[in-house]
């Protein structure tokens, strides 16, 4: 079975800089989707960015970027410019390429400092 | 688009009881997946759905819980009885096979 590791449970960023946060994740498959989602306070689940395998360059949305190393099994999500909005829980998930399931890690919290 | 629509948004009731979780997909999108939340456990997927049928039921916790899909535009997640354990925010998402999932905003149940 698929799983998707975060390995940290907070991070804090300073407003206006970067800040990188990690995902690794396990399969047998070759084909397959990343995404990460953001969750504010208000527990909405948004979807910030993804990312198909079969592509090797980097999917880029505004101020969000990944850097997706396939061999490594490692999808971790860069924030530039950071913005008080951007303090939210983080998720990485995987997607199976049948469609079916999308597995869920444990979330990272993003505190940004003004 | 109105989005994944859920109902109530929030839900209070008495251990025993029954409760029932509602989602409107977003049309034309042919998975539904329900996700329960909670600090300890993280997202976990109970069930989804194919095209109106449950694929994979493994997540739900136990008989208590039951899910259903009458047509392409409903679900409904049903508790009964219900326990204190139950407590969670309840997401409802859709997507086409190839499309990131899209969520409905969560109901948030108390179960005293």
């Known amino acids: 079975a698929q799983t998707v590791t975060q390995s940290q449970p907070e991070m804090s960023v300073q407003e206006a800089e970067t800040v990188t946060l990690s995902c690794t994740y396990d399969t047998s498959e070759s084909d397959y989707y990343l995404f990460w989602y953001k969750q504010p306070p208000s527990r909405q689940m948004i979807l910030v960015i993804r990312?198909?395998?079969?592509?090797?360059q980097n999917a880029t949305e505004n101020r969000f970027s990944v850097n997706f190393q396939k061999a490594a099994k490692s999808f971790s999500l860069k924030i530039s410019d950071s913005q008080l909005g951007d303090a939210a829980m983080y998720f990485c998930?995987?997607?199976?390429?049948?469609?079916?399931?999308?597995?869920f890690g444990a979330g990272t919290i993003l505190r940004v400092k003004s | 688009d109105a989005g994944v629509i859920q109902s109530p948004r929030h839900e209070v009731t008495e251990m025993g009881q029954e409760v029932t979780l509602r989602c409107k997909p977003i049309?034309?999108?042919?998975?539904l997946f329900w996700y329960r939340q909670t600090m300890m456990r993280g997202l976990e997927l109970l069930i989804y759905f194919n095209n109106n049928v449950p694929i994979d039921d493994s997540g739900m916790p136990e008989d208590r819980f039951s899910a259903k899909m009458p047509n392409a535009s409903f679900s409904t997640l049903k508790i009964q009885p219900s326990e204190p354990r139950d407590s969670a925010v309840y997401f409802c998402a859709s997507s086409t096979r190839y499309s990131p999932l899209h969520f409905g905003n969560g109901t948030r149940l108390t179960v005293t």
């Open positions: 990312q198909e395998a079969y592509k090797q």
């Open positions: 998930a995987y997607r199976s390429e049948d469609g079916n399931k999308l597995v």
């Open positions: 049309s034309g999108h042919n998975s």
